[in-house]
């Protein structure tokens, strides 16, 4: 018998905001699935379109029916029947949070030509140029830009994460980054000294008509999960700015 989607009043509900099911959606969905009773209904919001692939296989596989979705405003409302999988939705949650925890990334690097060493991690490959340059152009980043960029990106998309997660609109996303070391010259072997990075200063722009306030806990949010900005801020003087344009 067909369900009517708009008539179901769920036992719980969760925002998934663009979280694919390989990004940890599958944990959050485990997470949430033990507020629901045998036979309850979850409903999970989602603004990333592969969800909808992969979540009926994952639903079937689990024990679990999937009860189908419906467009709303910016994302979609799936429907999920839980099922008579109480004791084993504990076990799996366990054995997925105890798999994440002892997740380790790897990754090669080879010297490929003349400044130039190649990376290779999972599907990628990228190159990594010279340890320092004061060229306007080069053909390859450094280690230090790459360890910049990565602080910049992961608040990028951590951000914009977890802003949908919040139902909040924003309209533009932008960090800009100025970094400095303590010695650049002993990191080229000119001088003997501090290598390390002195000091970060991140300022992301963005622009809502949401609350602020709310907009900054998001914000917040995002530098607090962040490994990378964890990291750093317990070793460099890492300043993080939320402007509003």
């Known amino acids: 018998m067909e369900i009517d989607l708009n008539s179901i009043m769920p036992d719980a509900v969760f925002d998934g905001g663009d979280l694919d099911c390989g990004s940890g959606l599958i944990l959050l969905i485990r997470e949430n699935m033990l507020k629901v009773p045998t036979n309850g209904i979850l409903e999970m919001r989602s603004r990333e379109r592969t969800v909808g692939d992969d979540l009926p296989p994952w639903c079937r596989m689990s024990g679990h029916v999937f009860l189908g979705g419906l467009s709303a405003e910016g994302y979609t409302r799936y429907f999920v029947r839980k099922g008579d999988t109480a004791k084993k939705d504990e076990e799996d949650l366990k054995k997925d949070k105890d798999a994440a925890k002892k997740y380790e990334w ?41 360890l910049f960029a990565a602080l910049a990106g992961s608040l990028s998309t951590g951000f914009a994460t977890e802003c949908a997660r919040e139902n909040l609109e924003i309209d533009d996303i932008e960090l800009s980054l100025t970094g400095t070391l303590h010695n650049i010259l002993a990191h080229m072997g000119l001088e003997h000294g501090d290598p390390s990075v002195k000091q970060i200063e991140l300022k992301c722009f963005t622009s809502t008509f949401d609350e602020q306030e709310k907009v900054r806990a998001a914000w917040q949010k995002t530098i607090d999960r962040s490994p990378i900005a964890s990291t750093l801020k317990k070793a460099v003087d890492l300043q993080l700015k939320l402007i509003f344009v």
Not at 107 to 115: F, P, V
């Open 106 to 146: 790897r990754l090669r690097a080879r010297s490929t030509g003349h400044l130039k060493s190649s990376i290779y991690t999972r599907n990628f490959s990228f190159d990594m140029g010279q340890a320092a340059s004061f060229e306007e152009k080069d053909a390859h980043p450094c280690a230090v830009e790459y």
